[in-house]
């Protein structure tokens, strides 16, 4: 499966953002999809996670009650509308997907077989 991530930009703090992850490919029901992020200079860190039929969610602690991760197997796509930005939010976003037999999440950069090419977000202060 490739994937591509949109949606970045530049945003002042306390503003809002939505990323979407555009996959290709008829079986992206069977992927479990997770968002992760890089600031300059460190490493890439786990965001969100949902599982292959969108039931079940999970979130970095960083991030959590300020994002919503989503998506639309019809549409082959999984979002993230990040809301109350900050300044430390500031990173490129991956999304990144495994292949799942088993409706679980994942947490971990190693756990991913793909990787779509990053936006970038810049929060202003």
């Known amino acids: 499966v490739q994937l591509q991530a949109s949606g970045g930009g530049l945003v002042q703090a306390g503003g809002s953002l939505r990323l979407s992850c555009a996959a290709s490919?008829?079986?992206?029901?069977?992927?479990?999809v997770g968002w992760f992020r890089q600031a300059p200079g460190k490493e890439r860190l786990f965001v969100s996670t949902?599982?292959?039929?969108?039931?079940?969610?999970y979130y970095a602690d960083s991030v959590k009650g300020r994002f919503t991760i989503s998506r639309d197997n019809a549409k082959n796509s999984v979002y993230l509308q990040m809301n109350s930005l900050k300044p430390e939010d500031t990173a490129v976003y991956y999304c990144a997907a495994i292949r799942d037999y088993s409706d679980n999440y994942y947490v971990r950069v190693s756990d991913y077989t793909y990787w779509g090419r990053g936006t970038l977000v810049t929060v202003s202060s």
């Open positions: 949902i599982t292959r039929s969108g039931s079940t969610t």
């Open positions: 490919g008829r079986t992206f029901s069977a992927y479990a």
